[in-house]
């Protein structure tokens, strides 16, 4: 079975500065996808970025960049320039090729500092 | 852009009642899946179905049931309530025909309080 990690339950940035949030993952197949979504105090689950396994591009939006490392099963996720919005809860998730569940990690607690 | 609509938003029931959560996905979305979130935990895969019927399956208990319709809403059903039901239940949708399959778009969610 797939698993997800996330080993910093809460990280803090300075606005305007720069903050990179860790995942880890475990998975046997060659095949699959990783996602970044936003949890505000809303609760809402926000899509933030989706990388497909087989590019080896990293992919970007916006101010948001993920480093993903297939060797070592690591999609990091890069935030430039935080604003006050960007303040939520950050979950690294993956899914298996097809339309497959989400596997979520633990979360990541984001808050920006003015 | 239209979103995944759930209904109710809230929702308090007594222990041993039933609940049903409903689910309209994005339009032409085909493919729906349901996760359960406690409180502060990650959302845990409960259901997914594509073109109405079954696709997956997760951790719901036997308790729950779930289905897809003809216009592609999904209901969740919730029977003999218990305290550890009330969480935050998510809908989610994505779309095979257009090829982002892997993309899933999730509603607001329904918070369930079981007193």
């Known amino acids: 079975a797939q698993t997800v990690t996330q080993s910093q339950p809460e990280m803090s940035v300075q606005e305007a500065e720069t903050v990179t949030l860790s995942c880890t993952y475990d998975?046997?197949?060659?095949?699959?996808?990783l996602f970044w979504y936003k949890q505000p105090p809303s609760r809402q689950m926000i899509l933030v970025i989706r990388?497909?396994?087989?590019?080896?591009q990293n992919a970007t939006e916006n101010r948001f960049s993920v480093n993903f490392q297939k060797a070592a099963k690591s999609f990091s996720l890069k935030i430039s320039d935080s604003q006050l919005g960007d303040a939520a809860m950050y979950f690294c998730?993956?899914?298996?090729?097809?339309?497959?569940?989400?596997?979520f990690g633990q979360g990541t607690r984001l808050t920006i500092n003015p | 852009a239209a979103g995944v609509i759930q209904s109710p938003r809230h929702l308090i029931k007594e222990k041993r009642e039933t609940a049903t959560l409903k689910c309209y996905p994005i339009?032409?979305?085909?493919?729906v899946y349901w996760y359960q979130q406690g409180p502060g935990q990650d959302p845990q895969f409960l259901i997914s179905?594509?073109?109405?019927?079954?696709?997956d399956k997760g951790s719901i208990p036997d308790r729950f049931s779930a289905q897809q319709f003809s216009d592609y809403h999904s209901e969740l059903n919730m029977s003999s309530l218990e305290l550890g039901d009330s969480a935050l239940y998510f809908c989610?949708?994505?779309?095979?025909?257009?090829?982002?399959?892997?993309?899933?778009?999730f509603g607001p969610g329904t918070r369930l309080t079981v007193l």
């Open positions: 339009p032409r979305h085909d493919t």
């Open positions: 998730a993956y899914s298996s090729r097809g339309a497959q569940k989400l596997v």
């Open positions: 179905f594509y073109e109405k019927m079954q696709s």
């Open positions: 989610a949708s994505s779309s095979e025909k257009s090829g982002r399959t892997d993309t899933q778009y």
């Open positions: 998975t046997s197949e060659s095949d699959y996808y």
């Open positions: 990388q497909e396994a087989y590019k080896q």
